[in-house]
């Protein structure tokens, strides 16, 4: 997902990591599958508790950090008293790398890409 804000004095990038529904419609990601809310979450969570590096184009040394992160789903925003058309999961990445850093700043790189390993499940319809 692209990144939507670029905090140039601290070096951090935000942005969706991942959208799962779009106005309550699930979306379909480029692997054609579809992500339930536990199961984002659950990654999520995953995610920052035991990973939390960023690399560039999911190679090499870690370039960076996800400092923050939001699983923004119906049940939470309710909690929250927050409205989103968007169930999904919004990061933040502090970059350290200076040379990934120009690219981030030369508008080179514009997205966020999580690597992860799934297990399908066939969905009847």
């Not at 140039?8 to 992500?35: F, L, M, N």
């Not at 508790?49 to 996800?66: D, L, N, P, Q, Y």
């Amino acid at each position: 997902m692209h990144i939507l804000k670029v905090d140039q004095e601290q070096r951090i990038v935000y942005g969706w990591a991942s959208v799962i529904t779009e106005k309550g419609v699930p979306v379909v990601d480029r692997q054609g599958d579809i992500i339930e809310v536990d199961t984002l979450v659950k990654a999520a969570n995953s995610f920052m508790e035991h990973v939390r590096t960023t690399k560039s184009m999911h190679a090499g040394e870690e370039v960076g950090r996800f400092i923050h992160s939001l699983p923004v789903t119906k049940e939470l925003c309710e909690a929250l008293g927050i409205q989103s058309d968007r169930e999904g999961w919004i990061v933040a990445c502090k970059i350290y790398d200076d040379a990934v850093w120009a690219r981030v700043k030369s508008g080179e790189l514009t997205a966020f890409s999580v690597g992860g390993r799934g297990t399908r499940e066939k969905i009847n319809d």
